[in-house]
């Protein structure tokens, strides 16, 4: 027994034994379906019942299933940046999160096909509370993050996770993906949160715990999808918060978006691999400041690069012109695309409801309010 058995992904000694058990599951039969619609069921049985390793689990099956998704509902994948990551070398990647799996599949499928190390990756265990769900994603490299709790318990499965990502980073030499901050961005408006970085320290055995990601190689990514597939999905959450209310999941919500991430219409996407702040770091870690002081100056170096990253699509500058009544971005669209992003605005959310249609809006012109605080050249 290991005591992050509770929470790590499966040993490749454990694969087959966890295939077995879901390979008659209508969720997996409906899965290999739709990736190999010409093969057999029981050819890509045979195939399965025969992998003995999360990487070939992966390579062969998950690598696949995206790109049919990719194929299916967006306009394809485009990347920037990658060239500067080494093969064989293990990063922390800590990225702005807008979709349940696919941030870290498509990660993990550009990682793949540039010959670098893929991640094991930090799910809520929410997400994978249904038995099926929760195989799947220990094959696909996940480790499971406890959510709704407080007190002792939060300290301990925090410090818990943070060993893990030591052992993974420095004695595995295995990258890591986290997101900036607990659950994904609603509201379009990306920000690293204080306590994940805190959380990443907890397992630093130095006086001084900042010193974990002068050992590390921490690498900020921003994600960009120029339809957010679960854009209308994430309306009721807003609408809670806005009146200081407390937000209830029904039953079915995190698969509803699960599913609609996956198969709802994208567009274009954009990964971007912003640079490791090797340099940033110690320079903050030189300082005189406390933990906390220097735990804040790395999530805005955080932010600061994300936010630059972020490619912005023309939704991103339609939201802000129709939100602002400007034509500010004009020069960054066309008639057709702004009629196309109208259309899907009225199909999603009530027209006459003013609360709904801005905080829609809001969602897609938020990335372009944050890169002009930047004052950077626009992309």
């Known amino acids: 027994m290991s005591k992050f058995d509770p929470i790590r992904p499966f040993y490749d000694a454990e694969a087959n034994a966890a295939i077995k058990q879901i390979i008659d599951e209508p969720m997996l039969e409906a899965m290999m379906n739709f990736t190999f619609p010409n093969d057999t069921e029981n050819h890509w049985k045979k195939q399965m019942l025969h992998t003995h390793s999360l990487r070939d689990f992966q390579i062969n099956f998950i690598y696949p299933a995206l790109q049919k998704v990719l194929e299916k509902s967006s306009d394809g994948l485009f990347t920037g940046g990658f060239e500067v990551l080494k093969p064989n070398t293990a990063y922390l990647f800590i990225s702005n999160h807008r979709d349940i799996i696919l941030d870290t599949s498509l990660l993990n499928s550009c990682l793949y096909e540039k010959g670098l190390v893929m991640t094991t990756s930090a799910i809520g265990d929410n997400l994978i509370r249904q038995p099926f769900l929760h195989i799947l994603s220990k094959l696909n490299r996940n480790f499971a993050i406890r959510r709704g709790l407080s007190g002792r318990a939060l300290f301990e499965s925090s410090k818990l996770v943070s060993e893990f990502i030591h052992k993974s980073l420095l004695k595995e030499n295995r990258s890591v993906w986290t997101a900036q901050k607990e659950g994904r961005t609603k509201d379009g408006n990306d920000s690293t949160h204080k306590g994940v970085l805190k959380m990443l320290t907890l397992a630093e055995e130095s006086a001084n715990p900042f010193d974990f990601f002068e050992k590390i190689n ?32 029904s039953e079915n919500e995190d698969f509803l978006n699960l599913l609609r991430g996956i198969m709802g219409t ?13 340099h940033e770091i110690r320079e903050i870690n030189r300082s005189e400041a406390n933990l906390g002081e220097k735990l804040s100056q790395l999530a805005e170096v955080i932010d600061s690069k994300i936010w630059s990253g972020y490619k912005l699509w023309p939704s991103n500058y339609i939201a802000y012109d129709l939100l602002n009544d400007c034509s500010t971005f004009s020069n960054f669209y066309t008639e057709e695309e702004k009629n196309s992003f109208t259309k899907r605005l009225n199909d999603k959310v009530d027209a006459k409801n003013e609360f709904l249609v801005k905080n829609f809006l809001a969602m897609y012109a938020n990335p372009v309010v944050n890169q002009n605080q930047l004052k950077i050249p626009e992309k």
């Open 266 to 278: 994208k567009k274009r996407i954009h990964i971007q691999v912003n640079g490791t702040l090797n």
């Open 218 to 249: 921490l690498v900020p990514v921003s994600i960009s999808y120029e339809y957010d597939p679960t854009d209308a999905l994430k309306m009721p959450e807003l609408i809670a918060k806005a009146r200081d209310e407390k937000y209830v999941k």
